[in-house]
């Protein structure tokens, strides 16, 4: 997660709030956005991600639960593309990072409730994609 306040740049690394530098700041941002667009590139050319399960993994699951399982991992990475780099960094900051909206609040300096009807409508978002 990134905040900037006051022209003081902020990012939060595991939890932590950790003072920058502008430029650090931005090769940060612009990383993410990096890593955004190459999510986007691997949709657009249906290429599975590294780390993902292989199908002969495991012989528990069926073909089917595996392929359902993969397509739902390309519309969750799809719905995270589409998300614009601060409902992303909301998200991951909850989601990932395992941070509660009072605690990303303190540290952003964002009101609790605008956190929470940030989630609630990002969510609500990519909610509408799985159906």
């Known amino acids: 997660m990134w905040c900037k306040m006051n022209n003081n740049y902020t990012l939060y690394i595991n939890g932590e709030a950790v003072p920058v530098t502008e430029e650090v700041y931005k090769a940060y941002y612009q990383e993410r956005r990096r890593e955004k667009t190459l999510i986007e590139k691997d949709i657009r050319n249906n290429v599975s991600t590294y780390g993902e399960p292989d199908i002969f993994e ?29 409902d992303y960094e909301l998200i991951s900051a909850l989601f990932f990072e395992n941070l509660t909206v009072a605690e990303l609040s303190r540290r952003s300096g964002i009101p609790r409730k605008t956190l929470a009807w940030r989630r609630d409508r990002v969510l609500e978002r990519m909610r509408k994609r799985f159906k």
Do not use: I, N
């Open 58 to 86: 495991s012989s528990e699951k069926s073909a089917d639960d595996v392929m359902s399982e993969r397509e739902e991992r390309e519309t969750l990475r799809a719905a995270l593309a589409a998300l614009t780099a601060e």
